[in-house]
């Protein structure tokens, strides 16, 4: 396959290699021979042209400012060893469900304990039956109370991964109280053979449902961070879900003329204790952004981050360091040998501008990071184990590509194009 300072293919070059890997299958699918196989490639040589001739060929773009053909990304993105990102580094920690587990642990965040409100049970209250100037007065049972307990399952605040010289998004779940009630009650009078009592009752009691929404913060992600580089503080308040009770409630023994008497009666109180879900804050981040040589340095309170613009590194689409450029490297290993932590890891991120297609954008991204790594490894004096290559194409700007009006923004698309060398200090 040609390189990238190779001559541009053929149209006919071109429409074969299209025709190769996309058009047909291969020849173990279809049991046929080689022979086979040229024969319906020349069958559908003239179908590819005019399907070709309607959708045009070529493009421009770039992780510089232009790109080769979408097959010469193809190639190039098939021969890269750089391990690619997850599609989506800002992954969540799932936050828990009524049927699903809740978190144990919470990696990239802080973990909310379970909050639990116990069950609440009363007896039910029998009444026996009691016969008062001949009249008998039936047996009662007042109904016990049972409440269930209830739990306000564990969560994760969660602050995503990011790349270098980034702070991540960070955010915590809602959560809720669920609403409690006690039911009124009532122990029935009695008018019977002299004796007058009326009823006693005691009205039931209620708390409502309360619930705190989530909030959250975006990802920052600047050469220059704006408004200091902080991500704000955020709080979720504490929510109260305050104490209920039901008074006890008596009916008292009386008695009539010829000493029969009904006993008295009587329901006890009935709480339901409160419930709080504490108050959780993720305190505010601040990147400090200052420069050294061709640098652009990000400091955090646990990490600090280099940036070099990719023109800077790289000749032109291409991923080969510049001769020029090793004295700048040189310096950023010294300074992650004197600033890192013992062994900690060392992040390096290749970024591109929006310009052309995605996929290509992706590849160089990953080839561009994975040259630095091997600079700094084999020139820069750091363990080869601490460092990954990591990519992410166009989807981390720090910059519009375009203007408000939709001209063009170079200078942004300049800072766009950047590889971001990290770690924890």
Known sequence: MPQEDSPP?????????????????????????????????????????????????????????????????????????????????????????????????????????????????????????AKVGGTTIPAVTIPGVDIPAQRIPAQCTEIAPAPGGCLGAASIPPTSIPAVEIPPVEIPGVNAGGIKLDPVRADGARAEAQHAESVSTPEVCQVKPKNGGIVPSILRPSILRPSILRPSILRPRACNDQNE????????????????????????????????????????????????????????????????????????????????????????????????????????????????????????????????ARGYGEAKPVEPDTKPDGSDNAAGRAKNRRVVVSTIT
């Open 261 to 388: 008497c009904v006993p008295s009666v009587t329901v006890p109180s009935v709480t339901v204790p409160s419930v709080t879900v504490p108050s959780v804050t993720i305190p505010s981040a601040t990147l400090k952004s200052y420069k050294v040589g061709e640098s652009e340095v990000l400091q955090g309170d646990d990490s600090i981050a280099f940036t070099l613009k990719a023109d800077v590194l790289f000749d032109f689409d291409k991923a080969v360091i510049k001769p020029a450029a090793a004295a700048e490297l040189k310096r950023i290993a010294q300074e992650i040998g004197e600033k890192a932590k013992a062994g900690a890891p060392i992040a390096v991120d290749g970024h591109t501008d929006a310009k052309g297609d995605d996929s290509y954008n992706q590849s160089l991204s990953e080839r561009r990071a994975q040259a630095v790594v091997e600079w700094l490894a084999s020139e820069g004096g750091l363990a080869r184990s601490r460092l990954q």
């Open 9 to 129: 293919l053929s149209f006919d070059e071109r429409a074969m290699r299209i025709l190769k890997v996309d058009v047909l299958p291969s020849r173990a699918m279809w049991g046929i021979s080689g022979k086979s196989v040229i024969t319906r490639t020349r069958l559908l040589t003239p179908l590819l042209v005019v399907v070709m001739a309607a959708c045009g060929a070529g493009t421009t773009g770039g992780g510089g400012e232009e790109r080769q053909t979408p097959a010469h990304a193809s190639s190039q993105s098939a021969t890269t060893t750089t391990e690619a990102p997850p599609s989506s580094p800002a992954t969540p920690t799932p936050t828990p469900t009524p049927t699903g587990p809740e978190p144990a642990n919470c990696p990239n965040g802080k973990l909310l304990p379970a909050v639990e409100s116990p069950a609440v049970h009363a007896d039910p209250v029998t009444i026996p039956e």
